[in-house]
């Protein structure tokens, strides 16, 4: 009864992040062709995605039918039988961590060739959205927050609050972040 309660409760945790993502998904593809205009990427994501999906189905399903039932302990059974099917449920469990774990790894494959697919398409090697990371601010952010951590930066990596022998980084690293937001507020048409 309680195995078969776990497993309800695990298909549908299962379900529910399986359409959380895809409406992500959908909702980050939208977004992105309304800012870029209709072109033929959308067909190439979804190729992409494609190969991620499959394993993240194949294993859902794989995870869904699995059963614990073999593996309940009654009260009949002897200590040496308790430790058998401990035993038995600890490598099924190593299993499906593996199997996860490799579900992760190809998905994390597939998100490394999209980036790829996504820079290669735009022609552009710096995305504006990686250019607000680099100085942690979100791509919607108001002007006036941009004004406040520019600010912020510069007081934080002046050369002049640095000892003599640290200067030349520090003034790297000012002439980095100003670069950083003087293309920031190019992309803005500040």
């Known amino acids: 009864m309680g195995n078969a309660s776990y497993q309800a409760r695990r298909e549908e945790v299962f379900r529910q992040r399986w359409e959380r993502e895809k409406r992500q998904r959908e909702e980050e593809s939208r977004t992105r062709q309304s800012r870029n205009g209709p072109d033929d990427?959308?067909?190439?994501?979804?190729?992409?995605?494609?190969?991620?999906?499959?394993?993240?189905?194949?294993?859902?399903?794989?995870?869904?039918?699995?059963s614990y039932d073999d593996l309940l302990i009654q009260d009949h059974h002897s200590a040496d039988d308790v430790v058998q099917t401990l035993f038995a449920a600890l490598n099924r469990m190593r299993t499906e961590r593996d199997t996860a774990i490799s579900v992760i790894e190809t998905l994390a494959e597939e998100r490394t060739r999209l980036r790829t697919h996504?820079?290669?398409?735009?022609?552009?090697?710096?995305?504006?959205?990686s250019l607000?990371?680099?100085?942690?601010?979100?791509?919607?952010?108001?002007?006036?927050?941009?004004?406040a951590v520019q600010s912020a930066w510069r007081k934080n990596l002046h050369p002049d609050r640095y000892p003599e022998h640290q200067r030349r980084e520090a003034e790297r690293q000012f002439k980095k972040a100003e670069a950083i937001f003087e293309e920031i507020k190019r992309l803005r048409g500040s």
Do not use: H, M
């Open 118 to 129: 996504i820079a290669a398409q735009s022609g552009s090697s710096e995305q504006p959205n």
């Open 132 to 147: 607000y990371r680099r100085v942690g601010l979100d791509e919607g952010c108001p002007s006036f927050v941009i004004k």
């Open 41 to 66: 990427r959308g067909e190439a994501v979804g190729s992409v995605f494609e190969k991620g999906d499959n394993a993240l189905n194949d294993w859902t399903s794989k995870a869904a039918a699995s």
